[in-house]
């Protein structure tokens, strides 16, 4: 029962660079979600999927691309890395529009 | 849009008492309302949610949670505290026609003494 994996655990990068946090669910779920959690702010929604290549922008996509050619792997790419995206990033999946999400452990993104 | 508030930052109860996790929202229509649970360094757990029927809605770990439209809250309770309920708890609203706007409170810190 893997679930739901999130690579890398901790990142750090610099501003200006891209990269890309990967997300794989092993349940086939259709639903996918990227979220960041900053204190203070609880978690927001960068951005969701709702079936392979279908996705859609959250509260706060700005700086973000997604894509999803396969139903389990939902990666997040910061084409150029700020300092405001320094955060703690979380994926989820859920199986239906109103079943529970999901998540993964988390990325801990640092940019200097 | 909706949005959800959590008015306590922390929350303290002794072991063996019960437990009491505020929760307000605001959202057009008729809303989906769910409690997560996070434990350090991992992400969130489904404790439960209310879709509609009975506004008593039982969860995970003995927890339930009472959804009252005209107080547009929905409070987790637990009866009786244990010391391994510690953790950061968060709830979430979201509309029924919009699975794409999730909006989860800021959270709250719940620490259990023995």
């Known amino acids: 029962d893997a679930g739901i994996t999130q690579s890398p655990r901790y990142k750090i990068t610099e501003t200006g660079r891209q990269v890309t946090l990967m997300c794989h669910q092993t349940w086939s779920h259709s639903y996918m979600f990227w979220y960041r959690q900053d204190l203070g702010h609880g978690l927001r929604l960068i951005y969701y999927?709702?079936?392979?290549?279908?996705?859609d922008k959250g509260e706060v996509p700005d700086g973000y691309v997604v894509s999803r050619s396969k139903t389990e792997n939902f990666p997040l790419t910061l084409e150029s890395a700020t300092r405001s995206q320094t955060s703690v990033y979380f994926c989820?999946?859920?199986?239906?529009?109103?079943?529970?999400?999901?998540f993964g452990d988390g990325t801990r993104l640092s940019i200097l | 849009a909706q949005s959800v508030a959590q008015p306590e930052d922390q929350v303290n109860v002794a072991e063996g008492n019960p437990l009491t996790v505020k929760c307000t929202y605001s959202?057009?229509?008729?809303?989906?309302l769910f409690w997560y649970v996070q434990y350090p360094n991992r992400g969130l757990q489904f404790l439960l949610k209310?879709?509609?029927?009975?506004?008593l809605v039982k969860g995970s770990y003995g927890f339930e949670a009472e959804f009252n439209k005209s107080q547009t809250s929905f409070h987790l309770k637990k009866p009786s505290a244990l010391v391994s309920d510690s953790a950061l708890y968060f709830c979430a609203v979201r509309p029924p026609y919009n699975n794409n706007d999730m909006r989860f409170g800021a959270g709250t810190r719940l620490t259990v003494k023995p």
């Open positions: 209310y879709i509609t029927g009975d506004n």
């Open positions: 959202v057009s229509g008729n809303p989906y």
């Open positions: 999927s709702a079936a392979a290549d279908i996705t």
């Open positions: 989820a999946s859920s199986r239906g529009e109103i079943q529970p999400q999901h």
